[in-house]
């Protein structure tokens, strides 16, 4: 990518947050939160469609890349991930517009009820408001298998490619080279397998109409995840909201449209001081 981030470390409950500064000096700011098997630089191909000059960051959730993990599984509650998101919000600072995807749209979303007036803006991808149990009945159970670890690191993209068949060749790379890391034995997940037995369902709906400021709601065309009920609860709900759904596009809509995706959230921005 053009832009050459940078890493920086944010303190919050105990534990080292991992942040990644990918430059810019136009603000609002826009800082991404990933989903669960995440990492912040699953966001590289979307923030390089931001432009060059919009300020782009991008947070390890806790157990996730270069973020430590959490000894008591409790500490990956929502509220405390909210705590953590409010810790890197404060150490950017000034009102940044807050992007996540999946459960990190789950999380943005209960941080945008709580603290909007730190927000110039929300968006949410691809994750219903209240999603049915299945869900996070599926996260835990793959929470219970063993950590994965791959002989090589074309094993490991091979798996990572899993997640996001639609995305390219080079997106696939990508996620194997950030979201795995070599030792003796190895290449081995940098996530942590208790932050997927620690997911509970939940229900934002309530909390939707807090979220005053203007709000871009994303979602893949062909996702599973986010249901079109589910997408327009969310723009029935939220106050000042906008809809865009992403043609050709499954739940990992950032993997395999991240030019679309990025455009989308730059026009938002944009429009924001407009």
Not at 8 to 15: D, E, P, W, Y
Not at 154 to 160: F, I, V
Request: proline fraction near 6%; glycine fraction near 10%; aromatic fraction near 6%.
């Amino acid at each position: 990518m053009t832009r050459q981030p940078t890493q920086l470390t944010v303190r919050s409950a105990g534990l080292a947050l991992n942040v990644v500064d990918f430059g810019g000096n136009e603000t609002p700011a826009v800082l991404f939160v990933h989903g669960a098997f995440g990492h912040a630089r699953v966001w590289d191909f979307v923030v390089e469609a931001l432009g060059p000059g919009r300020r782009a960051l991008a947070v390890d959730l806790p157990g996730h890349g270069h973020s430590e993990h959490a000894a008591d599984m409790g500490r990956y509650g929502f509220n405390a991930l909210v705590d953590d998101v409010r810790a890197v919000v404060d150490t950017v600072g000034g009102r940044v517009v807050l992007a996540g995807h999946s459960l990190g749209s789950a999380v943005a979303m209960q941080y945008a009820a709580t603290y909007v007036d730190t927000l110039a803006g929300a968006v949410f991808m691809d994750i219903d408001p209240c999603p049915p149990p299945r869900q996070a009945e599926h996260l835990n159970e793959a929470g219970g298998a063993p950590p994965r670890r791959y002989a090589s690191l074309e094993r490991a993209t091979a798996a990572a490619a899993k997640m996001a068949a639609g995305a390219s060749a080079a997106v696939h790379r990508h996620l194997g080279e950030h979201g795995y890391r070599q030792d003796e034995l190895g290449w081995a997940q940098r996530f942590d397998q208790g932050f997927l037995r620690s997911i509970r369902t939940w229900d934002m709906r309530p909390l939707l109409p807090r979220i005053t400021v203007p709000a871009l709601v994303i979602r893949g065309a062909e996702s599973t995840v986010m249901s079109p009920e589910g997408y327009d609860t969310m723009l029935r709900l939220l106050p000042r909201a906008l809809g865009a759904a992403v043609p050709g596009a499954g739940h990992q809509v950032q993997l395999e449209r991240p030019a679309d995706v990025g455009r989308l959230i730059a026009a938002f921005v944009a429009g924001l001081s407009s």
